[in-house]
């Protein structure tokens, strides 16, 4: 999917005014061996300037105005989590706590209900413990294994041709991780995945899985505590690379999950979906409709602007906010 132009600006040049909506991931100290993460200090010091400036609102409040079409304040900012890390609960909600805001939470259903490493935290985990040369390597042997030694090829074919961008990975890497997350064949692509990951990382899956994620208790201790759960799949796919059945299953799972956080029965008519990686369509957006989300974020770059469609909801990373904040953006 094309990401908008940075600068936000409309056709006649006038920057695009609106709420806010940001994205955390990790927030730890970055180690050598893992992947990118923003401080927790640094986290502090966001919440501190947001505070500042905007209004900070639970997103189903933003989502709610952009579903009834009204008038979007452009001092006013949500605050988002993807992944349903560990340090959402260690370390963001007491933060949020402490200063009386709330936050969005977007845990993928899988870790939580079945105990698995998603394959987007394998990838990253190899990525950061080894370089994309060894990593190749390893994948040409494997695919080799499984007589498939032509795809690496074809694919980098495919992706040469492809527009698709990344603002975070330079070419190759974005190569490989398009690789590895969605456009390997479906079964020898966990395969391989799992293998990389058992030669590279080698911690058991199941222990990194319960290290990394959340728990279902504190999940819930955190909607005791006003922070709202959203829907962010159950495997976390590429989304518009699914099957019908496939999809389907991916938001049954999601509101499983929020039946089990919100107690079935309870979950909020304004839960919002996430979709994951960003990656929707038309399809998944009816989807996630039909599933009794009531709006969709992605990771399309930029301001919530007037006209903004409620399952199709833009973000900003926490790494570009500050440009926001000094009124660059
Ligand atoms: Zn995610």
Redo the contacts with the bound molecule.
Sequence with gaps: MRHADSRELTPRGQRVHGPLIITYHYIRENAASGPPALSPTDFRRQLDLLLERYQIWPLSHIATMVAEGGFLPADVCALTF??GLNEHYTVAYPELLQRGISGTFFPSSGPLLDGVLLD?HQIQQVVAAASVAQINERLRDLLERHAQKELLSALRRAHANSTETSRFDEPNLRFLKRALQRDLPNGLRQEVVHALYAEFVGVPERTMSAELYATLPQLRQMVRGGMEIGG?GSS?PWMTALTRAELEREFVESRRLLGEVYGSGAVPRNAVFCY?YGDHDLAVEREARRHGFAAGVSTEHGRVAAGARPFAIPRVDTTHVLEFISGEL
């Design positions: 993807d992944d987007v962010h976390h994951p």
